[in-house]
């Protein structure tokens, strides 16, 4: 079974500076994507930026970064000059293969990392 | 992307009653999502809704408390039945958009309940 682990309940950083929040996953599949959400107090859930298993490069989406590493199963985001308006929940999220594929189109979420960002 | 409007926004229901709510997209699309985010929690899978057939429940969750319609390609509702304080919670729907090598799940702006 798919399983996303995230070991950083909070993060804390000062505005401007770069920060990186941690996403380990766990699956048997060699086909499967990757995502990285935002979750401001409001509720509403913001995609940020995906990673397919078999892209070679890091994606990279304005200032979110995700630092892919296969072998260590890591898929870890980072922000770079962070914003105030970057305080929020974040939460890294998993699909398994493609329904082509014999994958279920569902998507498992970690537990989040709570993000403040200091002035 | 994909714009999901999803109704109420939010909501204060007494025990007992029932609440539904609405996720429109402004695409057709085969499958919409429903989550429970349940206070200081990740997302759960409720259930699977496609068009045309049931509705696919994940583990914990029952059609008789969530009671889902998907009567187009474009809309959806997930009724929550006889609530209880603990079905105070972030309602949330969404929808895959995109291509094989890209497909990304979209998410409406949730449905805050809250149950006296």
Known sequence: AQKITQTQPGMF???KEAVTLDCTYDTSDQSYGLFWYKQPSS????FLIYQGSYDEQNATEGRYSLNFQKARKSANLVISASQLGDSAMYFCAMRDALPFE???E???FGKGTKLTVNP | SAVISQKPSRDICQRGTSLTIQCQVDSQVTMMFWYRQQPGQSLTLIATANQGSEATYESGFVIDKFPISRPNLTFSTLTVSNMS???SSIYLCSVW???VAKNIQYFGAGTRLSVL
């Open chain 2, 85 to 87: 304080p603990e079905d």
């Open chain 1, 13 to 15: 950083v000062q505005e």
């Open chain 1, 43 to 46: 509720g509403e859930m913001i």
């Open chain 2, 97 to 99: 958009v995109g291509t």
């Open chain 1, 106 to 108: 569902k998507l498992v």
């Open chain 1, 102 to 104: 014999g994958g279920s």
